[in-house]
């Protein structure tokens, strides 16, 4: 099991930055590709962005893209996200993926964290 911890969020203005960061926990995640998904009020959760467990790819949503940075430290079990530029609707609550298929013939495993508030003023 993989527990999934965000912090980092907050009250922004738009134009600010900030960086979330997510905790794992229970075991090593170097195996496991990592995302970062948000939710705004009234919408369905969406992708923000996801890195392999090397840290050597990375894709990004189009409303993201040159923003928002995703960045990872196996050393720590840690997940970040960098969010510059930010704007009114990048407001929503950040969530935490971290997902694996262990095995050729098995499901793929998802781990989530209880997510971090981020909201951006005009």
């Known amino acids: 099991q993989v527990q999934l911890v965000e912090s980092g969020g907050g009250l922004v203005q738009a134009g600010d930055s900030l960086r979330l960061s997510c905790a794992a926990a229970?075991?090593?995640?170097?195996?496991?590709?990592m995302d970062w998904y948000r939710q705004a009020p009234g919408k369905e959760r969406e992708f923000v962005a996801t890195i392999s467990g090397s840290g050597g790819t990375t894709q990004y949503a189009d409303s993201v893209k040159g923003r928002f940075t995703i960045s990872r430290d196996n050393t720590k079990n840690m997940l970040y996200l960098s969010m510059n530029s930010l704007k009114p609707e990048d407001t929503a609550i950040y969530y935490c993926?971290?997902?694996?298929?262990?095995?050729?013939?098995?499901?793929?495993?998802?781990?989530w964290g209880q997510g971090t508030q981020v909201t951006v003023s005009s």
């Open positions: 229970g075991r090593t995640v170097s195996r496991h590709a």
């Open positions: 993926n971290a997902h694996i298929v262990p095995c050729i013939e098995c499901k793929r495993l998802d781990y």
